[in-house]
């Protein structure tokens, strides 16, 4: 059974940092795209970075590129989402999402497998 779990969320200043990890259980890494994603208040969710096999797979919304950077430890079958220069804006529910064999591009439309979601606040 496919299983995500998110964690590391929290409150951080702005300009701080945070990292989230996706731990992933009952699948391997190698042939799914790993997707992070956000949802703040009354707004939709949109798709924030993704990956596929290895960093050079990997995709950014043009609202975080720069300052947030995508990996993944195949040892440990967790993805990691690193947040720099965080922004009062990017405070959203944060979850990754995987599927299967899909490539990482600018789609985020159609993930099948998600996580719960960790609270990311970005408050002074």
């Known amino acids: 059974q496919v299983q995500l779990v998110e964690s590391g969320g929290g409150l951080v200043q702005p300009g701080g940092s945070l990292r989230l990890s996706c731990a992933a259980s009952g699948f391997t890494l190698d042939y799914y795209a790993i997707g992070w994603f956000r949802q703040a208040p009354g707004k939709e969710r949109e798709g924030v970075s993704c990956?596929?096999?290895?960093?050079?797979?990997?995709h950014y919304a043009d609202s975080v590129k720069g300052r947030f950077t995508i990996s993944r430890d195949t040892a440990k079958n967790t993805v990691y989402l690193q947040m720099n220069s965080l922004k009062p804006e990017d405070t959203a529910v944060y979850y990754c999402?995987?599927?299967?064999?899909?490539?990482?591009?600018?789609?985020?439309?159609?993930?099948?497998?998600w996580g719960q979601g960790t609270q990311v606040t970005v408050s002074s």
């Open positions: 990956i596929r096999n290895t960093a050079s797979r990997s």
């Open positions: 999402a995987a599927d299967w064999g899909r490539a990482c591009s600018g789609d985020y439309q159609g993930y099948k497998n």
